[in-house]
């Protein structure tokens, strides 16, 4: 579920695609959200900051950053690793919650190297939060990639951060995890081996496809070319509408895909069930403190005959804040409802 791929030398510009594969409609909405707004980590808000940097961010049920950029050219995408293990709480550790993870690092970072150097210094733990829509507890892996055309594969594995830090590192999709895949990759023709390509939507033939297409694209001459080459290698790797195989009911999709220019800062969106291409140009956003959060309502606008389509930047509009998901707001949909006190006798009835 899910493929990213980096192209760092794209003539000067660094381009990152992904695809956004699930087995049902994430509610995937864009927000721009500015500088100054203080954050805590959803877990017991011990760890708390101020955003430094603004952020343009696809949320899923606008409670969880999946992807984004912020304004320094750092960006981030969140993709599904079932091998991810965050070991119980360790109240000697900072955390995060799953869905602030990839926030914190858009807020307080402007390259890979920072955001790197930070989960080292500090050994932070990722929280699991249980989806309150679907009781799905999601496992995720995180990669990270900046204007510099570094990159980064974080994955959580015995509750330690494992991390793939390199300008190398251009694709990540999901299981097995990335050390196994790197070296699954070399059996394939133009990789290193000499088995024809592979074509499934298995995880392991989308990395290599990935990879191949990618170091085979041809310098472009303008930005669209660029994001144009960017789409075709992750339409590639995309995954088509199907009855799901046999023991394998929640088999994926692809919903949405992104292409971002982190060199000029560009953000382009489609989804593959109202597909219309839009994109925003962060310089045409205002991210300066006390500025407000705003969203461009992907659901409603896109779902309208004709949606709307191209540059969307002066389209966002007020709709209160960004609430993330946190611990205690899962753990008190677990518990449900609290009993309300019994109700008396009526009149005139027996006590």
Not at 256 to 274: I, P
Not at 307 to 316: E, L, R, Y
Request: charged share 25%; glycine share 8%.
């Amino acid at each position: 579920m899910c493929t990213r791929v980096m192209w760092p030398d794209a003539d000067g510009s660094v381009i990152v695609g992904r695809n956004m594969d699930y087995h049902r409609d994430l509610g995937t909405n864009l927000w721009k959200l500015p500088r100054g707004i203080s954050r805590d980590d959803g877990v017991k808000g011990e760890l708390t900051w101020t955003a430094k940097y603004g952020s343009l961010v696809a949320t899923a049920f606008d409670m969880i950053s999946v992807d984004g950029i912020n304004e320094a050219g750092l960006s981030g995408h969140i993709l599904w690793l079932a091998e991810s293990t965050y070991e119980p709480r360790d109240e000697s550790r900072p955390a995060l919650s799953q869905a602030v993870w990839l926030q914190y690092f858009l807020d307080n970072h402007a390259t890979v190297a920072e955001a790197v150097a930070w989960i080292e210094d500090n050994d932070a733990q990722v929280v699991q939060l249980t989806d309150p829509s679907s009781g799905e507890v999601p496992a995720i892996h995180l990669a990270l990639d900046d204007a510099t055309g570094d990159s980064a594969i974080i994955e959580y594995l015995d509750g330690k951060a494992q991390i793939h830090h390199g300008r190398g590192y251009q694709v990540m999709t999901n299981s097995p995890t990335f050390d196994k895949q790197l070296e699954l990759v070399e059996q394939w023709q133009g990789l290193g081996g000499d088995k024809p390509l592979p074509g499934s939507t298995l995880a392991t033939d989308r990395f290599a496809r990935a990879l191949y297409y990618v170091g085979r694209l041809t310098q472009p001459k303008t930005q669209v070319d660029a994001i144009a080459a960017m789409f075709s290698v992750i339409r590639n790797t995309a995954q088509p509408f199907r009855e799901p195989d046999p023991g394998k009911p929640d088999a994926s999709q692809t919903i949405w895909q992104v292409v971002a220019d982190l060199t000029s800062k560009r953000y382009v969106f489609e989804s593959t069930t109202r597909p219309n291409i839009v994109w925003v140009d962060l310089g045409d956003l205002d991210f300066s403190e006390g500025s407000p959060s705003l969203k461009l309502d992907l659901l409603s606008k896109l779902a309208l005959e004709g949606g709307v389509a191209g540059n969307v930047s002066d389209k966002f509009e007020a709709d209160g804040d960004l609430n993330f998901l946190t611990l205690s707001l899962v753990n008190a949909l677990k518990a449900g409802p609290k009993p309300g006190p019994k109700p008396g006798p009526k009149a005139g009835a027996e006590a």
